[in-house]
């Protein structure tokens, strides 16, 4: 099982990034799919995340509004469209995969895979 997140990097307060998360070695199309995030010396928290078929989202209040979580089943592929960061949203963001579900708890997810780091300078 392979989870490789990507499309970080540095960005100025307001600005919009889109993190993309490519899987493999499992049968994508019967997992729910998240993104959490966690900053240094702190917990890792949900934000995103995205039903199996697709056909449904939910969020982090504090990112509601902002952020946008989508999949492309075909390319097995997850994306973040993050959109007026904030500094308190620098963090390493990760991808997991929950099987069937798509739940905000990290610990019912299966598979995790490495971050890809944000970060949100004034």
């Known amino acids: 099982v392979q989870l490789q997140a990507s499309g970080g990097g540095q960005v100025q307060t307001g600005g919009s990034l889109r993190l993309s998360c490519a899987a493999s070695?499992?049968?994508?199309?019967?997992?729910?799919m998240g993104w959490f995030r966690q900053a240094s010396g702190k917990e890792r928290e949900f934000v995103a995340t995205v039903t199996w078929s697709g056909g449904s989202t939910y969020y982090a209040d504090s990112v509601n509004g902002r952020f946008t979580i989508s999949r492309d089943n075909a390319k097995r592929m997850v994306y973040l469209q993050m959109r007026n960061l904030k500094a308190e949203d620098t963090a390493v963001y990760y991808c997991?995969?929950?099987?069937?579900?798509?739940?905000?708890?990290?610990?019912?997810?299966?598979?995790w895979g490495q971050g890809t780091l944000v970060t949100v300078s004034s």
């Open positions: 070695g499992f049968t994508f199309g019967k997992y729910g």
């Open positions: 997991p995969a929950e099987k069937g579900l798509a739940t905000r708890d990290k610990n019912n997810h299966h598979y």
